[in-house]
């Protein structure tokens, strides 16, 4: 077998792997924060103020994640086309 198409099966692999991953990932901070969002509703001692804090913390989570997601899919593109280029003669 072509080493070029044994690598490009690893990371196709690994891709898979990150993205099921990533995705279990998201459904479990996406239950978290639904149990601190009801967390929040019934805690009628907290202040606004710590409600505001909370609340840009797992917005700023959930940015930070999507950050990650979106730099760690555009490396793997670039992984793709090097596959996808690597043996072909220049121009």
Same mark, same amino acid.
């Given at each position: 077998?072509?080493? @070029?198409?044994?690598?490009?099966? $690893? $990371?196709?692999? *690994?891709?898979?792997?990150?993205?099921?991953?990533?995705?279990?990932?998201? $459904?479990?901070?996406?239950?978290?924060?639904?149990?601190?969002? $009801?967390?929040?509703?019934?805690a009628t001692w907290m202040p606004e103020e710590g409600r505001k804090v909370i609340? *840009?913390?797992?917005?700023?989570? @959930?940015?930070?994640?999507? &950050?990650? /997601? *979106?730099?760690?899919?555009?490396?793997? @593109? @670039?992984?793709?086309?090097?596959?996808? &280029?690597?043996?072909?003669? /220049?121009?």
């Amino acid at each position: 077998m072509d080493q @070029k198409q044994v690598l490009k099966q $690893m $990371m196709d692999f *690994n891709k898979t792997s990150f993205d099921n991953s990533f995705n279990a990932m998201v $459904m479990i901070q996406d239950q978290a924060e639904k149990m601190v969002n $009801m967390m929040l509703e019934q805690a009628t001692w907290m202040p606004e103020e710590g409600r505001k804090v909370i609340l *840009n913390w797992a917005e700023s989570y @959930k940015t930070g994640r999507e &950050t990650f /997601k *979106n730099s760690v899919d555009e490396n793997f @593109k @670039k992984v793709e086309e090097f596959f996808g &280029t690597a043996g072909k003669p /220049k121009k």
